[in-house]
């Protein structure tokens, strides 16, 4: 999509000034039980208090499919039984005439976590009693994760999961930064994840070889070489703690091997698939023999043979700063994981959100380990930088790794020198609202195209982003166009990783006098965001001018959300 200027002709332009911004808080605390829900499954919703005059609106984009007065703290809904919808459900207090949001919060109804993946982590598996389990699992759920990659839970990469002489798995053991894992921590938080339909993946290497002993069955000529003569093995160092040595992907021996502790696994603890990881470019590397090896073939080689061995399992394989990423894709991968390193612009994690797109023939949806404010080592995350990060991502239909018994700021995921303020953890709950609610918009579909905006408040531009300008992100659908409205009106960056936390909050701007061109007939205009009522839709008077359709936007801070229905 290229950048282009809609407002050539400044002269007859009164800019609007900024506003301060509105900080919705929700009122009622509203909640359900799970983070997704299976068709035919019925949603059990909960909030704080009973306020009368409020009625409970059922909606799915944005139209209102049923409602009824809030007569309790507690009550179950069932939704259509349509597979791969969401839905916004909203507190409506009614009052002088006046419609007051005291809450909102989305449901998925999905079989399949992976069709719209929300993913977030788990990194301590030590003496965790059964009530901090499910209080982080509760907190997850509230932001509607649906999978948790379990990080650094195993043993050895080529032991993952290690078993007693009898065959039994050890009660104990230690990861390789000699952190304690107990068996019963593990096993807890996969039971009460799959009590919330929240699926749980382990995390292993699927190259890696951790301190090979005598009796382990290990083989050196698996090993990957930085010469033709098998002197130096190609291998990761993590300091004082010793080095992860590399195995060749493609060898079969390598796969038999460690898919035969991968069933050992399965066959003990009930994870619903492997989240595998890989570790970059590893430059011109050999095999045992002397003879070259091309990595990105031999992940499509060992994930090709994964999936037929474990038909039943879900797979993701990090494409790590997208080395791969064509040949991860090409595999029958459940989604896409893209961890993103050198692309530092928020145009660039866009790139890599469509490179996937391409990679995949549009049938994965994309999630993305971006890790804001990388290089701060305390204090608070910068809010801004967090939220226009994720409505970028989301805008495009991606996902963020960023959510699990803390938010991430750094490749290892035990890390936790970043907090979240209470204005972030109030948004954020918003941002996965929306997303959810309206992932048949966002992820479900579509295709981009660009857009003429026209107004005398704001300039405005097609994407990529343009300092001082909003960015439209426009969508068709067969019967509808979405625009999404991203503003860098007030930015300090086009930056995302914002190191330094010096990322300004973009300016907020009330009624917005806009027209957009749309090519087709239009019956309904509505609006939504994640910055304004909690993302309740809310339907807008419009003027339709035979090709353009004029309007006014009621509110815009960080993402704003139009949609034209014919």
Same mark, same amino acid.
């Given at each position: 999509?290229?950048?282009?200027?809609?407002?050539?002709?400044?002269?007859?332009?009164?800019?609007?000034?900024?506003?301060?911004?509105?900080?919705?808080?929700?009122?009622?605390?509203?909640?359900?039980?799970?983070?997704?829900?299976?068709?035919?499954?019925?949603?059990?919703?909960?909030?704080?208090?009973?306020?009368?005059?409020?009625?409970?609106?059922?909606?799915?984009?944005?139209?209102?499919?049923?409602?009824?007065?809030?007569?309790?703290?507690?009550?179950?809904?069932?939704?259509?039984?349509?597979?791969?919808?969401?839905?916004?459900?909203?507190?409506?207090?009614?009052?002088?005439?006046?419609?007051?949001?005291?809450?909102?919060?989305?449901?998925?109804?999905?079989?399949?976590?992976?069709?719209?993946?929300?993913?977030?982590?788990?990194?301590?598996?030590?003496?965790?009693?059964?009530?901090?389990?499910?209080?982080?699992?509760?907190?997850?759920?509230?932001?509607?994760?649906?999978?948790?990659?379990?990080?650094?839970?195993?043993?050895?990469?080529?032991?993952?999961?290690?078993?007693?002489?009898?065959?039994?798995?050890?009660?104990?053991?230690?990861?390789?930064?000699?952190?304690?894992?107990?068996?019963?921590?593990?096993?807890?938080?996969?039971?009460?994840?799959?009590?919330?339909?929240?699926?749980?993946?382990?995390?292993?290497?699927?190259?890696?070889?951790?301190?090979?002993?005598?009796?382990?069955?290990?083989?050196?000529?698996?090993?990957?070489?930085?010469?033709?003569?098998? =002197?130096? /093995?190609? &291998?990761?160092?993590? !300091?004082?703690?010793? $080095?992860?040595?590399? %195995?060749?992907? #493609?060898?079969?021996?390598?796969?038999?091997?460690?898919?035969?502790?991968?069933?050992?696994?399965?066959?003990?603890?009930?994870?619903?698939?492997?989240?595998?990881?890989?570790?970059?470019?590893?430059?011109?590397?050999?095999?045992?023999?002397?003879?070259?090896?091309?990595?990105?073939?031999?992940?499509?080689?060992?994930?090709?043979?994964?999936?037929?061995?474990?038909?039943?399992?879900?797979?993701?394989?990090?494409?790590?700063?997208?080395?791969?990423? =064509?040949? /991860?894709? &090409?595999?029958?991968? !459940?989604?896409?994981? $893209?961890?993103?390193? %050198?692309?530092? #612009?928020?145009?660039?994690?866009?790139?890599?959100?469509?490179?996937?797109?391409?990679?995949?023939?549009?049938?994965?949806?994309?999630?993305?380990?971006?890790?804001?404010?990388?290089?701060?080592?305390?204090?608070?995350?910068?809010?801004?930088?967090?939220?226009?990060?994720?409505?970028?991502?989301?805008?495009?239909?991606?996902?963020?790794?960023?959510?699990?018994?803390?938010?991430?700021?750094?490749?290892?995921?035990?890390?936790?020198?970043?907090?979240?303020?209470?204005?972030?953890?109030?948004?954020?709950?918003?941002?996965?609202?929306?997303?959810?609610?309206?992932?048949?918009?966002?992820?479900?579909?579509?295709?981009?195209?660009?857009?003429?905006?026209?107004?005398?408040?704001?300039?405005?531009?097609?994407?990529?982003?343009?300092?001082?300008?909003?960015?439209?992100?426009?969508?068709?659908?067969?019967?509808?166009?979405?625009?999404?409205?991203?503003?860098?009106?007030?930015?300090?960056?086009?930056?995302?990783?914002?190191?330094?936390?010096?990322?300004?909050?973009?300016?907020?701007?009330?009624?917005?006098?806009?027209?957009?061109?749309?090519?087709?007939?239009?019956?309904?205009?509505?609006?939504?965001?994640?910055?304004?009522?909690?993302?309740?839709?809310?339907?807008?008077?419009?003027?339709?001018?035979?090709?353009?359709?004029?309007?006014?936007?009621?509110?815009?801070?960080?993402?704003?959300?139009?949609?034209?229905?014919?």
């Amino acid at each position: 999509m290229s950048c282009n200027n809609d407002n050539d002709d400044d002269s007859q332009r009164t800019p609007l000034s900024p506003q301060p911004p509105i900080n919705y808080v929700e009122q009622l605390n509203l909640s359900k039980d799970k983070a997704k829900y299976n068709p035919g499954e019925g949603v059990r919703f909960f909030v704080d208090d009973v306020v009368p005059n409020t009625i409970i609106k059922y909606k799915f984009l944005g139209q209102t499919i049923g409602e009824a007065p809030l007569a309790s703290t507690s009550w179950q809904w069932s939704p259509p039984s349509d597979d791969y919808k969401g839905y916004m459900v909203e507190l409506i207090q009614i009052a002088n005439e006046q419609q007051t949001v005291l809450g909102t919060a989305a449901v998925d109804v999905s079989s399949d976590w992976t069709k719209f993946p929300r993913y977030g982590f788990l990194s301590d598996f030590g003496a965790i009693s059964e009530a901090q389990r499910n209080s982080v699992i509760a907190n997850l759920k509230n932001f509607h994760i649906n999978g948790l990659q379990y990080y650094d839970w195993h043993a050895k990469h080529h032991i993952p999961l290690p078993l007693d002489a009898a065959g039994n798995p050890k009660n104990s053991w230690v990861d390789l930064f000699n952190r304690e894992v107990k068996l019963e921590t593990v096993a807890g938080y996969i039971e009460e994840g799959h009590n919330r339909n929240m699926a749980s993946m382990f995390y292993n290497l699927l190259f890696g070889a951790w301190h090979p002993e005598q009796g382990d069955g290990f083989s050196e000529r698996w090993l990957i070489y930085n010469d033709r003569f098998h =002197n130096k /093995i190609n &291998s990761h160092d993590l !300091d004082g703690f010793g $080095s992860i040595l590399i %195995t060749n992907p #493609q060898n079969e021996e390598w796969q038999n091997y460690i898919f035969t502790k991968t069933k050992d696994v399965y066959d003990h603890l009930n994870f619903d698939g492997w989240h595998l990881d890989q570790l970059g470019d590893r430059g011109q590397v050999y095999d045992y023999g002397g003879h070259d090896i091309n990595l990105k073939n031999g992940y499509n080689n060992f994930l090709t043979a994964l999936t037929a061995n474990f038909p039943s399992k879900k797979h993701v394989l990090n494409a790590v700063d997208q080395f791969g990423y =064509n040949e /991860i894709l &090409s595999t029958p991968m !459940d989604f896409a994981y $893209s961890e993103v390193w %050198t692309r530092m #612009q928020y145009a660039d994690l866009v790139q890599v959100i469509l490179e996937n797109n391409e990679a995949s023939n549009n049938q994965l949806n994309t999630v993305l380990a971006a890790y804001i404010n990388y290089e701060s080592s305390d204090g608070f995350f910068n809010t801004p930088s967090v939220l226009l990060a994720d409505a970028v991502i989301f805008a495009f239909g991606g996902a963020h790794m960023e959510l699990g018994e803390h938010m991430l700021s750094r490749e290892y995921f035990p890390s936790n020198n970043l907090q979240m303020d209470n204005e972030l953890k109030n948004s954020l709950k918003e941002y996965y609202d929306f997303m959810t609610a309206y992932q048949n918009l966002l992820r479900d579909g579509g295709e981009f195209i660009t857009t003429s905006i026209t107004s005398t408040d704001l300039n405005f531009n097609n994407w990529p982003p343009v300092f001082g300008n909003v960015s439209a992100v426009a969508k068709r659908f067969a019967n509808r166009q979405v625009v999404q409205l991203l503003n860098f009106n007030g930015v300090s960056s086009l930056n995302w990783r914002d190191n330094e936390k010096t990322q300004t909050r973009p300016h907020t701007f009330y009624n917005v006098n806009m027209t957009i061109d749309s090519p087709m007939s239009v019956s309904k205009v509505w609006f939504a965001s994640p910055d304004f009522e909690g993302g309740a839709s809310k339907e807008l008077e419009f003027k339709n001018n035979g090709n353009s359709i004029t309007f006014t936007l009621p509110y815009l801070n960080y993402w704003s959300m139009i949609v034209f229905e014919n």
